[in-house]
Each structure stands twice: as structure tokens, then as C-alpha cells.
């Protein structure tokens, strides 16, 4: 037991700053630890110091509440960031400042650490805060480290808790479910608690991602007010607590969700939260989540400043029908089109249980020698031969009941014992927790790539929530039941970081049967992700848009599929601002479709890169006009891509008032060029029209979107 001495007089002030914000954390009189203030910075940091301390221990309020990291069973009564029982059974927590040190690992990037103590117990946590200067961007996570001699149990471990003050507070959260991902709501939050959570588990974000838009004073617009974009960077159960105080101030607490997730940490051991990553901005949504972008880029994504593969799917031109000649076919359809990539998808396993729908197969990871009787490595050397590149689909997190995987090994699968099975899509998450569970699954990827070197892309599914949380191997290891949602968790990084050890570049696609599953930890070891498996275009318009305030379009894998009554072209458009993918039968296409599509392919190659490194500027919302608009530009402002849909059918008609492009140079003229024409339509835009960027961003443009033409590209150019 720690008894220290941590009384001072002086409070000590802890600026934590980027390019253009603060947050300014200060020690009271009893040595704890607050947050004084969050938002844009001051020009002279010693000024921080007469913001008053937002303390208030008077007339029975309970306690402080801009704690940055509030402790439990003492003198706080509020919501707790760290809730824990102590070695002996004793629930009190004290945190008191410590140290603090800011160490630099480069121009940009700082990690600010604050160590906090229990005066009684030998608990300490740390707090750590990385800034990304230019970025504006904070990820903020904690260690927690007992030297009891017992097995401290830790109840609710926060990752970030933070404080604002402002008039108002709107939060924009996201709700849905399959096929129907990112539905935004705002509201206005008022006195009490609203909850942000999961408890899905394996499939988290199933019902809701822990991606949200916070707004101060009023509801921020693209360019406009002030706002953080959040995220939680952990690919299981999250809560997010937004608490406005009885001094209409407010708390929010994120991180993993306490809910059957009690952790015990031993002696010497240490927790590391989750990420918690934000950024503000007073300058409206646009320019944060453009911020987050050019962060999650530089620093998150795994080959996030790359570029990306064109492909052709199987998954809805043949679901589980399919065979090598029928492939070979598909591979010279690819080839057609133009894509760089085939990916075979689900159904190409499995013996004694073939895996010909969603019923049977999953876990036996051999071959289907019906469909494939000369095995991958047959298909790999077909596809080079047509002149494509092969990817592959797994799942290996799951189970389907009838395999030969849950006869031989029903102990690594999630369930419980003494209860009926439930299912979702007929199948059961196997049990990461376990590390021969980690083995198996690092294997199936391991020998793929080794026993196919040339697989050039991976589609990682994940489609079943959790339920009957029950480990069979922690209850033999005797370790905790309540371990599990988060031993998961670090099982499935463990299984990632190994593969990534030995295979660090193969791309590979985040899906779970949609976007049931995508975050900033996951994406480091991932290359894009599967939004929805509802490609109707229509619908991607509205969801890519969402998406699109948390993840660049580099991330966003998108596919033309038949999906939706929109022409082809629309389909296309839609699909050309992310990853550009294609999951149609490619011999049914007319010849003018094929011409087209095989157009299109050649223009994407040829301005991707200002989709997947651009800066994004949202400029029509599709939820408040007939249509919608947005553009991708160039860094050095030399090149910008704009798309516009039409989304309303209200009217039959957008409107043709102009609406002011972004990002361009005002000082420089620009061709304008309408792309991915429809072969024999013409143009409604005069050819080669020259507008400088100044007249583009005030008096604007409007490329016209209506019932006979309900989606244009277009491409501006700078001419000098
Ligand atoms: C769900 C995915 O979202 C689909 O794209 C497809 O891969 C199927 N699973 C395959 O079972």
C-alpha cells in the first residue's frame, strides 16, 4: 500500500496542444486532476492559468465533475471513468497527480503521459494523450498498473473522459442494422445521461459504430461551428456516456463497456485501454473530419497513402454456385472489364459438410474438390494466366455447427454449455480467447499465403454477433467468464498483428456482412472496409456520405452490383468515390454497358488518386436537397473530382442554382470536363470550359442532375 505525501501548493496546468486546439487539464488544491478547459487555443499559453478551476465540492454537489479520469467510491458520485474492487474487496478509488512528462517522437507527434496514484492503494494510472500538431487529431488512452499483493478487479476502464463547457451540446449518432448501416440522428442533449453502446461483441457495430459528431452552442454545418469528431478505436462492446451536469457542462466517458466485462488485474500487471481519437474543429464538419482523414492516412491505415486494387466479386453474380470452369470464365470476364483483381468469395470449401450455402462448412478451411477439384493454387495460376490477380474470402472467426471443425473442437466455440444454441446466419464466433483458437485462425490465413504466395487480396467476413458469452478455455485456465468480451478482442489483434508480422502488405477488406465491424484499431492492420452490403446506389450515396466524416475514401470499398433500380452509369458514379469494385455478371452486360464499364475502369485509374488522397469537401447534403454533391481535390490544388447524384424524386428535377466548390486555388483558371459519359450522350456541360477558382468558389457551379441524366462526374483541371 502506497502512502505518499502529494499535497502542493501551486496547481499544476497541463496544456495538451495541437496546430490549432487545447485541452488544458489542472490540479486542485487536493492534488486531483481537471479539465479547465477544450477548444480552440490560446495564442499565450500562460494565460491558462486564470481560466477558473471548474471545481465545485459546495453546498452538496456531488463532487467534482470535470475530473480527467474520475475514480469511484470516494469522493466522487458521478459516473465513473474507473471503477474497481481492490485486492482486499475495498471499492474506493482515489486518483491524485503524480508527474507528468511530454516526450516528442517526431515534428509532428507528441505523447503527453500524467501519472496518476492512489494515495492508498497501490494503484496507478497513466494517462496518455498523442497529438498529431498539424492533424489537430488526439488519441488518448490509459494504463492501469496494480502493485497490490491480491488481484485488483476492475469494473469499468474507461478510455477517455473529458469535459466541455458551452451553451448547448448536439450529438450526432449513428443507429441501424443490416443493409440499413449509418443513419444518422442529432439531437439536442439535455440534463441526465445518453448512452452510446454495443453489446454485440464479435459483430459490435452491428446496431451502432462508436463513431459519433459532437457539437457546441449550436448544430455545426460542413462549414460552419464548432465540432469533435470521436471514435473508439476497439473492435468489440464500447459505451459512451454523455452526461450534461446540473451545471449544464458536459462529461463523456468512452471506452470498452463495462457490461459483463469485469477484468481482473493481477499484481504488476498492466491494462492498456483502447484508443479514444478525436478532433475539433471551429471550423465545422468538413474541415475535422477532413483533419481525421489526412491522420487516419498518414498514420492509421494500414498502406493508408497507397493506393488501391480495382476488382471483380463473385459473391452476387454466383453466391455459392460455382466451379473452376465457371471461375475461369469470371477470370476472363475481370480481365474484360479491366479490373486489376478477381476475388473469390464465400463458398469455396469444405468437404464433409460442403459449404454450398450459409448452413454448413464454416471452420473446415480444405478445398471444396467438387467445385475445386485442383485446389487455389490452380485458380491463382488460371487468373495470372488470364492476366488478373486472385484475392480470396475467409471468415475464420466462425463456425457453422454442422462442420467437421465444431465435432472435432466444440470447445472452442463460444456457447453455453447447458443451453440451446443461438444462432445468427446459422453460425457460432469461435473462441479467440483461447490461444489455440489464435493458432487455428492465424494458420488458415498462413497457409493460404504459403501454400499460394501470389493470393494478392483477402475479404475478411465476420457475420454473428456474440451470444451465450461462455469460454470453455478460460473456464479450464480458470481464468474470469467476464474476461471474454475483451480476451476476444485481443485475441483477434494477437491472430492480426501475427499475420501482419509475416505478411505486412497483402491488402485485405474489413467486412462483417457489412459494416458491422470497423474502427481505427482494426484499420491498422486493414486496407478498406465493406460499408453494407446494401450496394443499392441510391443508398450509398447517403451512407458513404456518413461514413465519410470518420473514414477517407480510400477506405470505402464500393461495388456496381445490380442492386437498385438506378441506371449503370449511377451505379458506377456511386461506386467511383471509394474503392471501385464490381460484383455483376459481366457477359450479361450490352455492348454499350461493357464499353462503358470498361471506360469507367480506365477513368478511375486515372483519377483515384485524388479520391483516395484528396481532400473531401461534402457540399450539397443529400439529406436536405433533391441531390447531392461533393468533390475530392488535390493537395496542390491542381486537379478536383466532383460527383453529383440526384436523390429526390419529389420533384423529378435538382435544382440548377450553383453551389460553391472547395479547395480549388482562387488565383488559377480551370477546365472543366464532364467524365464517365455514357457511350452516345453528350455532355450538358459546354466542352472545355474555363472558369478561374475564384468564380468556382464564389458565384459556384452546378453540373445539373435530373430525371434523364441523374448522376454526372465531373473532372476541373487547373489550365494555368
Ligand atoms: C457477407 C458479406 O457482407 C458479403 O459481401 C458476402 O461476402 C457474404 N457474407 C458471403 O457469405
Redesign the pocket.
Known amino acids: 500500500m502506497g502512502t505518499g505525501s502529494f499535497a502542493q501548493n501551486q496547481p499544476t496546468i497541463i496544456p495538451i496542444e495541437t496546430r490549432r486546439n487545447a485541452l488544458v487539464l489542472q490540479t486542485d488544491k487536493e492534488n486531483h486532476l481537471g479539465i479547465i478547459y477544450f477548444g480552440k487555443k490560446l495564442s499565450q499559453s500562460a494565460e491558462y492559468k486564470s481560466i477558473p478551476s471548474q471545481s465545485r465540492q459546495h453546498d452538496g454537489n456531488a463532487g467534482i465533475y470535470n475530473s480527467a479520469y474520475t475514480p469511484s467510491g470516494t469522493w466522487s458520485v458521478s459516473e465513473p471513468a474507473l471503477q474497481l474492487t481492490h485486492g482486499d474487496g475495498n471499492k474506493s478509488l482515489d486518483l491524485v497527480y503524480v508527474s507528468h512528462k511530454t516526450t516528442k517522437e517526431n515534428d509532428n507527434v507528441s505523447v503527453t503521459s500524467i501519472v496518476l496514484k492512489d494515495p492508498v492503494y497501490a494503484v496507478e494510472v497513466t494517462l496518455f494523450y498523442k497529438t498529431y500538431f498539424q492533424e489537430n487529431v488526439v488519441e488518448q488512452w490509459n494504463v492501469i498498473k496494480s502493485e497490490e499483493k491480491n488481484p485488483v478487479t476492475l469494473q469499468k476502464y474507461a478510455s477517455a473522459n473529458l469535459y466541455f463547457i458551452a451553451k448547448d451540446y448536439y450529438l450526432t449518432h449513428y443507429n441501424g442494422t443490416w443493409a440499413k448501416e449509418m443513419n444518422p440522428e442529432e439531437e439536442l442533449l439535455t440534463a441526465g445521461i445518453r448512452v452510446l453502446d454495443s453489446k454485440l461483441g464479435t459483430r459490435a457495430n452491428l446496431f451502432q459504430p462508436p463513431s459519433f459528431s459532437l457539437s457546441f452552442d449550436k448544430p455545426a454545418t460542413e462549414t460552419e461551428g464548432k465540432v469533435l469528431l470521436g471514435t473508439l478505436a476497439w473492435s468489440g462492446n464500447f459505451k459512451m456516456d454523455f452526461e450534461v451536469d446540473s451545471y449544464h457542462n458536459l462529461r463523456l466517458i468512452a471506452g470498452i463497456n463495462p457490461y459483463a466485462s469485469e477484468y481482473p488485474l493481477a499484481s504488476k500487471q498492466e491494462f492498456k485501454t483502447p484508443s479514444f481519437i478525436y478532433t475539433f474543429s471551429e471550423n465545422g464538419k468538413g474541415e475535422a473530419s477532413r483533419n481525421l482523414h489526412i491522420w487516419a492516412r498518414k498514420y492509421r491505415i494500414l498502406d493508408g497513402e497507397g493506393t488501391r486494387m480495382t476488382l471483380l ?1 463473385n ?1 452476387e453474380a454466383t453466391y455459392f454456385d460455382f466451379n473452376e470452369d465457371k471461375l475461369s470464365e469470371l477470370f476472363k470476364d475481370g480481365k474484360k472489364l479491366g479490373v486489376d483483381l478477381f476475388l473469390l ?3 469455396w470449401f469444405a468437404n464433409k459438410y460442403p459449404r454450398n450455402n ?1 448452413q454448413a462448412g464454416l471452420g473446415d478451411w480444405q478445398e471444396n474438390i467438387k467445385k475445386l477439384p485442383h485446389g487455389i493454387g490452380y485458380l491463382v495460376k488460371e487468373a495470372q494466366k488470364t492476366g488478373i490477380k486472385f484475392g480470396i ?1 475467409v ?1 475464420p472467426e466462425m463456425v457453422n455447427p454442422k462442420s467437421e471443425l465444431y465435432e472435432k473442437h466444440p470447445d472452442w466455440v463460444i456457447k453455453q454449455p447447458q443451453r440451446p444454441e443461438h444462432y445468427m446466419r446459422n453460425q457460432l464466433p469461435l473462441d479467440l480467447s483461447n490461444p489455440e483458437v489464435q493458432n487455428f485462425v492465424y494458420g488458415i490465413l498462413d497457409k493460404l499465403f504459403t501454400e499460394n504466395p501470389d493470393i494478392a487480396y483477402i ?1 475478411w ?1 465476420c ?1 454473428a454477433i456474440t451470444f451465450n458469452a461462455y469460454s470453455a478455455y478460460l473456464e479450464k485456465s480458470k481464468q474470469k467468464q467476464s474476461q471474454l468480451y475483451v480476451d476476444y478482442v485481443k485475441g483477434l489483434y494477437k491472430v492480426l498483428e501475427k499475420i501482419r508480422a509475416k505478411y505486412p502488405k497483402i491488402p485485405m477488406m474489413l ?4 459494416g458491422g465491424r470497423v474502427d481505427y484499431e482494426a484499420l491498422k492492420y486493414f486496407t478498406e472496409f ?1 460499408p453494407s ?1 446494401n450496394t443499392d446506389p441510391l443508398e450509398r450515396v447517403f451512407m458513404q456520405w456518413e461514413y465519410s466524416y470518420f473514414f477517407p475514401a480510400i477506405t470505402q470499398s464500393a461495388h456496381v452490383t445490380d442492386w437498385g433500380k438506378q441506371p449503370l452509369k449511377f451505379r458506377t458514379d456511386v461506386a467511383m468515390m471509394g474503392r471501385l469494385g464490381y460484383d455483376i455478371v459481366v457477359s450479361h452486360l450490352n455492348e454499350k454497358d461493357l464499353k462503358f464499364s470498361q471506360e469507367a475502369v480506365a477513368t478511375y485509374n486515372s483519377v483515384k488518386d485524388v479520391i483516395f488522397q484528396g481532400d473531401l469537401f461534402r457540399l450539397v447534403d443529400p439529406k436536405k436537397n433533391d441531390y447531392a454533391a461533393l468533390m475530392f481535390a488535390a493537395k496542390n490544388k491542381s486537379k478536383a473530382i466532383l460527383f453529383s447524384y440526384l436523390v429526390g424524386n419529389r420533384n423529378g428535377d435538382g435544382s440548377d442554382t450553383p453551389f460553391r466548390l472547395e479547395g480549388l486555388d482562387a488565383s488559377k483558371n480551370y477546365k472543366v470536363k464532364e467524365l464517365n459519359l455514357y457511350p452516345e450522350t453528350k455532355s450538358a456541360l459546354k466542352e472545355d470550359q474555363i472558369y478561374s477558382g475564384e468564380y468556382l468558389m464564389t458565384v459556384g457551379f452546378n453540373p445539373i442532375v435530373n430525371a434523364r441524366r441523374t448522376s454526372v462526374v465531373v473532372e476541373i483541371t487547373v489550365v494555368n
Open positions: 466479386n459473391w468469395d464465400d463458398g450459409d474470402w471468415e475479404k467476413d457475420n467486412c462483417s456482412g457489412g465493406w452490403d
